[in-house]
């Protein structure tokens, strides 16, 4: 058991989220599932908490009613290698959701992700901030991020 676990509350679509999430990434799987018992307070049978991993991680999702909201003050970041990956993860994460800027979208359950590729890390922390910064102007008039848009900006003379 990892000692620090994301715990993720979702109105009633813990389990349904899970599959998504887990069906999206490699080493990923549900490890458990609990229900409701007849003292509640979600109705006896229903599913209580998720147990997933994501690529190895461990996390916790709870089906703990409309108290609470997901916001943008959590996010999960994948870091991609490829333009297909990060595509690929922009459809299926964003569909029936909401595209933000700067790679970050909320999926249909209201968790917020970015998707970002790994080469923006090496770009940004150029030693030329010139070079730093025309990446950084680039990146902000995106949606989803575009690594030969973004590697454009950065080799720009």
């Not at 979600?42 to 009613?65: C, H, I, K, Q, W």
Request: glycine share 8%; proline share 3%; aromatic share 10%.
């Amino acid at each position: 058991m990892q000692k620090i676990t994301p715990f993720l509350w979702f109105d009633s679509q813990a389990e349904e989220a899970a599959k998504l999430y887990t069906s999206l990434f490699k080493n990923s799987k549900i490890v458990s599932i609990s229900r409701y018992g007849a003292s509640g307070p979600g109705p006896e049978g229903s599913v209580m908490t998720v147990t997933f991993e994501l690529d190895g991680r461990e996390f916790l999702a709870l089906n703990g009613g409309p108290i609470y909201r997901l916001t943008e003050a959590f996010s999960l970041c994948v870091n991609c290698e490829t333009q297909a990956e990060v595509d690929e993860l922009w459809r299926k994460l964003s569909e029936g959701g909401e595209e933000g800027r700067c790679g970050w979208l909320k999926d249909r359950f209201g968790l917020s992700w970015q998707i970002v590729p790994t080469a923006l890390d090496r770009m940004l922390q150029d030693r030329d901030r010139e070079r730093s910064q025309r990446v950084m102007a680039a990146m902000l008039k995106m949606r989803k991020l575009d690594i030969r848009a973004l590697e454009h900006a950065y080799e720009r003379a």
